[in-house]
């Protein structure tokens, strides 16, 4: 059984940073791909970052420089680190655990998180 639950999330203004978490019980966390996707009002869910296995990050082009991914394989957690936040960021942010050798993913319930003067 796998579950992922999202921490972090809050209301803040445009240029602040926010650090999102991930806690993962997942038996074989290292053998995971990480990724964390967001979903705006209206719009359909979109990768944010993903971080593979071996630790190689990929980013959408328009988080690219502000946020980063990075995982700690002791206590099988990954974080988002998100500076210079624009309202564009506002969206319910989900964690995302797929095994490396299979399709099957698995989400948590996601956190808000709020970009607004």
């Known amino acids: 059984q796998v579950q992922l639950v999202e921490s972090g999330g809050g209301l803040v203004q445009p240029g602040e940073s926010l650090k999102l978490s991930c806690a993962a019980s997942i038996r074989s966390f290292r053998g995971f791909y990480m990724g964390w996707y967001r979903q705006a009002p209206g719009k359909q869910r979109e990768m944010v970052a993903i971080i593979t296995d071996n630790g190689n990050t990929k980013y959408a082009d328009s988080v690219l420089g502000r946020f980063t991914i990075s995982r700690d394989n002791a206590k099988n957690t990954v974080d988002l680190q998100m500076n210079s936040l624009t309202p564009d960021d506002t969206a319910v942010y989900y964690c995302?655990?797929?095994?490396?050798?299979?399709?099957?993913?698995?989400w948590g319930q996601g956190t808000q998180v709020t970009v607004s003067s």
């Open positions: 995302n655990a797929r095994p490396s050798f299979s399709a099957t993913t698995y």
